[in-house]
């Protein structure tokens, strides 16, 4: 869906290398927040942001992990140095509190580190 | 630790049939809890939630149930059709604020014609 743009779909790299994710919301949103799948795992919560503050990154799983939200259009997730246990799908998501639906979801970034 | 658990990975059931996805929590705080649907190559979609106030809500071919005592709850699709078939996932909530949701590890539900 347009409300919440990830690129790029689908990343192939290398043990090692640098990889960046990055998602687009659209405008009105306060909150926005980092998941990965995993069939281990589920969906799990790495970080989010409240009006462009970083909340909580507790579950982020190790210092390889970082992520920015410079204006409350733009976020990044990096992964340096990536490792294949890094290996899932990563979504971004923006907050609706003013609906049933809380949780507005772009359609992810499939990362397969080699 | 996980406070919102599905223990069912996956589930199969036929046409017309009655699906039922289980869920239960363990943190009694939580008020709010929904279910999310996700075909392959997408992302999680909404389908239907319902407040701890209440113990039914309905929408169409979807209910859910809620049990507060036993902390659980249920995704009901009566009847199934082939296009159910995805992953469901449960989450939960604290409602007062910009909280994140808590989501279990998923279901996948295949519904065979």
């Known amino acids: 869906d347009a409300g919440v743009i990830q690129s790029p779909r689908h990343e192939v790299t290398e043990m090692g290398q640098e990889v960046t994710l990055r998602c687009k919301p659209i405008s009105g949103h306060n909150s926005l927040f980092w998941y990965r799948q995993t069939m281990m795992r589920g969906l799990e919560l790495l970080i989010y942001f409240n009006n462009n503050v970083p909340i909580d990154d507790s579950g982020m799983p190790e210092d390889r992990f970082s992520a920015k939200m410079p204006n409350a259009s733009f976020s990044t997730l990096k992964i340096q140095p990536s490792e294949p246990r890094d290996s899932a799908v990563y979504f971004c998501?923006?907050?609706?509190?003013?609906?049933?639906?809380?949780?507005?979801f772009g359609s992810g970034t499939q990362l397969s580190v080699l | 630790d996980q406070q919102v658990k599905q223990n069912s990975p996956s589930l199969s059931v036929q046409e017309g049939r009655i699906s039922i996805l289980n869920c239960d929590y363990t943190n009694s705080m939580f008020d709010y809890f929904l279910w999310y649907k996700k075909y392959p190559a997408e992302g999680p979609t909404f389908l239907i939630s319902?407040?701890?106030?209440?113990d039914k809500n309905e929408d169409g071919r979807f209910t859910v149930f809620l049990n507060k005592s036993a902390k659980h709850l249920s995704l009901h699709i009566v009847p199934s059709q082939p296009g159910d078939s995805a992953v469901y996932f449960c989450?939960?909530?604290?409602?007062?604020?910009?909280?994140?949701?808590?989501f279990g590890k998923g279901t996948r539900l295949s519904v065979i014609a």
């Open positions: 319902i407040s701890s106030i209440k």
């Open positions: 998501a923006v907050l609706k509190p003013w609906g049933n639906e809380k949780l507005f």
């Open positions: 989450a939960a909530v604290r409602n007062s604020g910009n909280t994140p949701l808590v």
